[in-house]
């Protein structure tokens, strides 16, 4: 039973930085995919960024490029998004995702498992 669970968010002024982890459990995750996508109030969830379990291969939504880097601890079995510049358009529910395969992809229903999320609130 995969179990993903987020941690680190908060709340922050806008500039300011956080750092999210998701700490995975339940399997082996080589060869799979591991993603961060957000979701606002009123707003469908969105691709974050997302890496590959091996290997140093990352995507990014252009929306965060440049401000947000994913990472993984293959040790520690943790995924890590270090987010900077802060912008109140970023405050939403972070949730860190799954895919079984290493294929690059974005939409929610391509992620098969999921963890519950965190708030992060991004105040102007």
């Known amino acids: 039973q995969v179990q993903l669970v987020e941690s680190g968010g908060g709340l922050v002024q806008a500039g300011g930085s956080l750092r999210l982890s998701c700490a995975a459990s339940?399997?082996?995750?080589?060869?799979?995919?591991m993603g961060w996508f957000r979701q606002a109030p009123g707003k469908e969830r969105e691709f974050v960024a997302a890496i590959r379990w091996y290997g140093d291969t990352t995507y990014y939504a252009d929306s965060v490029k440049g401000r947000f880097t994913i990472s993984r601890d293959s040790a520690e079995n943790t995924v890590y998004l270090q987010m900077n510049n802060l912008k109140p358009e970023d405050t939403a529910v972070y949730y860190c995702?799954?895919?079984?395969?290493?294929?690059?992809?974005?939409?929610?229903?391509?992620?098969?498992?999921w963890g519950r999320g965190t708030q992060v609130t991004v105040s102007s």
């Open positions: 995702a799954v895919r079984r395969g290493i294929d690059y992809a974005r939409r929610p229903p391509e992620y098969q498992y």
């Open positions: 339940g399997r082996t995750f080589t060869g799979y995919l």
